[in-house]
T-cell receptor, first 114, second 115 residues
């Protein structure tokens, strides 16, 4: 058990809709990152939040957005869903204390866009 | 794009044997982490090795890092059926001009332990 929880575990949405995925970080961690994992691939970095601000972003369009709350929980929002957005979405929490430490992942949310 | 590449893509061995997986990467890193993933579920953190370290151990796991060759290896000794999973290396390059770079993963090695 990592202490990182994600909800929901599975979700089916229609193309064009919007979706919000949630993540609760491990206690004591101040950084949260989101990753997209397509079938048969490794996870791809979407973005990272530190102290409630986005401080890093991968190669994802602006319709992928996020929030980090004062209790270090986080949301990933995806607008105008496309079929290719179907994937496992993973949240990772870590502690930044001058250097990056181990990143612990939740169990993921499986998103299917139809 | 994916920086890390695990080798081999798939590995099948008998229970009790040792399993070795390799990872190569392209840019300089702050640390490298190994993860295990069972059947498309969440990633389980195995070990982190920093760029100034050459070898780390954790239980049956041994990780090496060669920054001159930009490569790492994960050795699992005395394998068990429960070790069947996909294994990923993830490099942490720290921060570039655009902010945090996040972890960069390869496609993974699928390990099958046969009883």
């Amino acid at each position: 058990e990592t202490g990182v929880t994600q909800s929901p575990t599975h979700l089916i949405k229609t193309r064009g809709q919007q979706v919000t995925l949630r993540c609760s970080s491990q206690s004591g961690h101040n950084t949260v990152s989101w990753y997209q994992q397509a079938l048969g691939q490794g996870p791809q970095f979407i973005f990272q939040y530190y102290r409630e601000e986005e401080n890093g972003r991968g190669n994802f369009p602006p319709r992928f957005s996020g929030l980090q709350f004062p209790n270090y929980s986080s949301e990933l929002n995806v607008n105008a869903l496309e079929l290719d957005d179907s994937a496992l979405y993973l949240c990772a929490s870590s502690l930044f204390n001058g250097m990056n430490t181990e990143a612990f992942f939740g169990q993921g949310t499986r998103l299917t866009v139809v | 794009s994916q920086q890390g590449e695990e080798d081999p893509q798939a590995l099948s061995i008998q229970e009790g044997e040792n399993a070795t997986m390799n990872c190569s990467y392209k840019t300089s890193i702050n640390n490298l982490q190994w993860y295990r993933q069972n059947s498309g579920r969440g990633l389980v953190h195995l070990i982190l090795i920093r760029s100034n370290e050459r070898e780390k151990h954790s239980g049956r796991l041994r990780v090496t890092l060669d920054t001159s060759k930009k490569s790492s290896s994960l050795l699992i000794t005395a394998s068990r059926a429960a070790d069947t999973a996909s294994y990923f290396c993830a490099t942490d390059a720290g921060y570039s001009g655009g902010g945090a770079d996040g972890l960069t993963f390869g496609k993974g090695t699928h390990l099958i332990i046969q009883p």
